[in-house]
């Protein structure tokens, strides 16, 4: 399983990035796949998660409203369409397969910073 995060970098407040993460090594289009971020000096942090057709979405609360998640299983890729970045949305940004509604692989991550 391989999975490879892009679209990272530096933004300026109330922003956009577009995140994509490929997978490959596995069947892609059958698996649920998530977003999780961690800041510095801080734990990791459940973002979103979207199911294996994309049917469903899932959100935490912090980001509703500013970030968006959807696949291209044609590609093999998963992104989150992040808006309205704010300096505390800081992060390194991974995106991971879920098991049972856990992460289970990992891509190395894509650094994110928002500031002026």
């Known amino acids: 399983v391989q999975l490879v995060e892009s679209g990272g970098g530096l933004v300026q407040p109330g922003g956009s990035l577009r995140l994509s993460c490929l997978g490959s090594?596995?069947?892609?289009?059958?698996?649920?796949m998530t977003w999780v971020r961690q800041a510095p000096g801080k734990g990791l942090e459940w973002l979103s998660s979207?199911?294996?057709?994309?049917?469903?979405?899932y959100y935490a609360d912090f980001v509703k409203g500013r970030f968006t998640i959807s696949r291209d299983n044609a590609k093999n890729t998963v992104y989150l369409q992040m808006n309205s970045l704010k300096s505390e949305d800081t992060a390194l940004y991974y995106c991971?397969?879920?098991?049972?509604?856990?992460?289970?692989?990992w891509g190395q991550g894509t650094q994110v910073t928002v500031s002026s």
């Open positions: 991971a397969t879920l098991q049972n509604w856990t992460p289970s692989d």
């Open positions: 090594g596995f069947t892609f289009s059958s698996s649920y």
């Open positions: 979207v199911h294996s057709d994309g049917s469903n979405t």
